[in-house]
């Protein structure tokens, strides 16, 4: 993957862009020579472009003479887990439609669609309603990210239910459907109540 830091033109015109919730000027700046929508930031020596703050990116001395762009980047983040971090669906669509990917993971574990998970999942929040267009232009990435967290919930409540509690095992399908969409947080729950009582 590109470093933003190794691709100055292109990259500082999009986020500067990103940062002013300049949907036009940063389709531009991706049309820009060497100009990839994966690019990523990269934690380097020394602190990372003045553009950030974040884990491993704030700089104290620095933001007392130039304000960051973003208040929070983390190592590995994409200018779409920026763009939707900073509420704004119109540039991640931008993004989307130039090529970003929905499933890059940063350096926390964090990806693009679970961001936008979370933002399907609170349909009252604030900013929500401005998201009906790109929620549906990635409702296939989001069914399948539900599917793939439910799975893999099922999968960890049969191994921890047919050691603890095998009389729970014919359950696991209500929880599951009680817990729609916070399937991880079901086998979360289930596994610190059996391994703190084990």
């Excluded at 990103?18 to 020579?33: Q, Y």
């Excluded at 779409?80 to 931008?94: I, N, S, T, Y």
């Excluded at 191994?159 to 359950?171: F, M, N, Q």
């Amino acid at each position: 993957m590109t470093s933003w830091l190794s691709e100055p033109r292109w990259a500082h015109e999009a986020l500067l862009a990103l940062s002013s919730r300049d949907a036009p000027r940063l389709r531009a700046a991706l049309r820009l020579p060497s100009a990839t929508a994966h690019a990523t930031v990269t934690q380097r020596p020394g602190g990372a472009p003045f553009d950030f703050a974040g884990e491993g990116f704030y700089d104290a001395l620095a933001e007392k003479w130039a304000s960051p762009l973003f208040k929070h980047a983390i190592d590995g983040d994409t200018l779409l887990h920026l763009a939707l971090r900073q509420h704004d669906p119109v540039c991640a669509r931008v993004l989307l439609d130039a090529g970003a990917a929905l499933d890059t993971v940063n350096s926390a574990k964090e990806t693009p669609v679970a961001i936008l998970w979370a933002v399907h999942m609170e349909p009252t929040a604030p900013y929500a309603a401005s998201y009906a267009d790109l929620l549906q232009h990635a409702k296939p990435q989001l069914k399948q990210y539900q599917e793939a967290n439910a799975a893999r919930a099922r999968d960890g409540l049969v191994a921890i239910y047919t050691r603890y509690a095998p009389d729970r095992l014919g359950k696991i399908e209500l929880q599951l459907r009680e817990f729609y969409g916070r399937e991880l947080d079901l086998l979360s729950r289930v596994l610190e109540k059996y391994h703190t009582s084990s």
